[in-house]
């Protein structure tokens, strides 16, 4: 799928892919953050069976010219669980309706991990 808008330009399509990549970045400039995981063995198979690791973790649902986002996250120890996810969602929301100039509906953050 992916979202789609006009303008007085033309027509604009951006790929859930696109989208995915975006907010991995945002999550990986996140503080507390260590890494994005998939959450089942087979997610992980796949993705190296097609070489396609850049939207890792990261799985996003669009309907319209809104975009959903679940975020699967190792954290660092030590650091507040809450603050860190708050903190994550906000800029997960924020630089995707920056680039993608759509709604962000709901950014669902999944802790899977903690890391020493």
Known sequence: MSVNTSNAYGKISISDSAIAKVAKNATLE?????DTVSR???????????????????????????????VNVIIK????????AESLKES????????????VDTVNVNIIGVKL
């Open 30 to 34: 996140c503080y507390g953050i260590v």
């Open 40 to 70: 089942r063995l087979s997610d992980s198979l796949s993705e190296l069976l097609k070489n396609r690791s850049d939207g890792k973790g990261v799985k996003v649902i669009t309907s319209g010219d809104r975009i959903f986002i679940d």
């Open 77 to 84: 120890y030590g650091v507040s669980i809450n603050a860190v």
């Open 92 to 103: 997960i929301k924020y630089k995707v309706e920056r680039f993608t100039g759509m709604i």
